[in-house]
T-cell receptor, first 112, second 111 residues
């Protein structure tokens, strides 16, 4: 089944403790992206990647890192999480930049 | 920079009534426009996409949207609401390399 898989689904952590949210797609998509969703703000793009080893900042990249060493994986790294990064995170992928996005089920992160 | 405005953060309709969710975009170039739907506790899924082939775009579940360049609008409609349409709807547009989402409209369908 074609899908974008995010893990974990829920995560509670404390300020400053490094964490990684994994994202994997099995559709051979070139384009991958991370979004955060906050009430009243919609979805905001954190980082995106056009292909392996090619990443670029979205609208809210501060405090986040990404890497794209393999086509299928696009992990999101929070090296020193802070409470303002408490949010619902979505990974998404598509065949190309202007194509339909396939979304993962989301990761609800709480930073205490 | 591209921006997307969805009028009304909450819309409530009766089952069987017309659904109208409004979206306006700002761009001087022809945009790539999308409507996505998010059901509770799920990720977003595509409802429809504007491809410039036709101004009226038909999507899944009976939804359609009309592209009006003169009004820079891409409103989403459905003639008859169903209880299963209750969800949050997001309009999105590409401005350059970035996909920008509106803030979303939560649709409630009353029996």
């Amino acid at each position: 089944e074609a899908q974008v898989t995010q893990n974990p689904r829920y995560l509670i952590t404390v300020t400053g403790k490094k964490l990684t949210v994994t994202c994997s797609q099995n559709m051979n998509h070139e384009y991958m992206s991370w979004y955060r969703q906050d009430p009243g703000l919609g979805l905001r793009q954190i980082y995106y990647s056009m292909n392996v080893e090619v990443t670029d900042k979205g609208d809210v990249p501060e405090g986040y890192k990404v890497s794209r060493k393999e086509k299928r994986n696009f992990p999101l790294i929070l090296e020193s999480p802070s409470p303002n990064q408490t949010s619902l995170y979505f990974c998404a992928s598509s065949f190309g930049r202007y194509e339909k996005l396939f979304f993962g089920s989301g990761t609800q992160l709480s930073v205490l | 920079a591209q921006s997307v405005t969805q009028l009304g953060s909450h819309v409530s309709v009766s089952e069987g009534a017309l659904v109208l969710l409004r979206c306006n975009y700002s761009s001087s170039v022809p945009p790539y426009l999308f409507w996505y739907v998010q059901y509770p506790n799920q990720g977003l899924q595509l409802l429809l996409k504007y491809t410039s082939a036709a101004t009226l775009v038909k999507g899944i579940n009976g939804f359609e949207a009309e592209f009006k360049k003169s009004e820079t609008s891409f409103h989403l409609t459905k003639p008859s609401a169903h209880m299963s349409d209750a969800a949050e709807y997001f309009c999105a547009a590409y401005g350059g390399q970035k996909l920008v989402f509106g803030k979303g409209t939560k649709l409630t369908v009353n029996p």
